[in-house]
């Protein structure tokens, strides 16, 4: 199967190996998927407290000044969770869970794939995609040579599989 290079399957590395990579890679896709709610809800929270600055403002100006007092006192500030702002909970994510499971996916392809990310999905590329077809080559232009169609050999020597 032709791949370009930094995702062709090293030698020795299992069907069962390439799809449990893949099933790795598309848990790591979640992984960041739930980082990034986790830096909106960050981000929102933030954003919302200085909202309550202006509506402290604008209760107070409105002759509200205890309204004001509560929105100053109760809610600007307040923690989000037992002690914690969301940055340090963004933090003991990272640290507790976020970084670990990065490092033993870069470990784990490093011992099972010689380094080599998105195996898996290299091949399901190689069976989807029409050889030879605008819009379906192997890699970017600037890194290929010519897509020579189903069956051909590449400058390397390598055939392009139908």
Do not use: C
Request: aromatic content about 6%; hydrophobic content about 35%.
């Amino acid at each position: 199967m032709t791949t370009d290079d930094s995702h062709a399957r090293p030698p020795g590395v299992t069907d069962e190996t390439v799809e449990a990579l893949g099933k790795l890679s598309e848990a790591i896709e979640w992984l960041e998927r739930a980082r990034g709610r986790l830096y909106d809800f960050h981000q929102m929270v933030g954003h919302l407290d200085f909202q309550m600055d202006e509506a402290a403002r604008l209760l107070r100006e409105a002759g509200h000044d205890e309204a004001a007092a509560w929105v100053e006192d109760e809610v600007i500030g307040r923690n989000v969770l037992d002690g914690r702002w969301t940055f340090q909970i963004v933090e003991e994510f990272d640290d507790l869970y976020y970084e670990p499971i990065r490092e033993g996916e870069r470990r784990l392809l490093d011992e099972l794939a010689d380094g080599r990310r998105h195996l898996f999905e290299a091949e399901l590329k190689e069976k989807r995609r029409t050889h030879g077809q605008t819009g379906h080559e192997r890699r970017p232009a600037a890194m290929h040579e010519p897509d020579l169609g189903a069956g051909a050999e590449d400058p390397h020597g390598v055939a392009d599989p139908v």
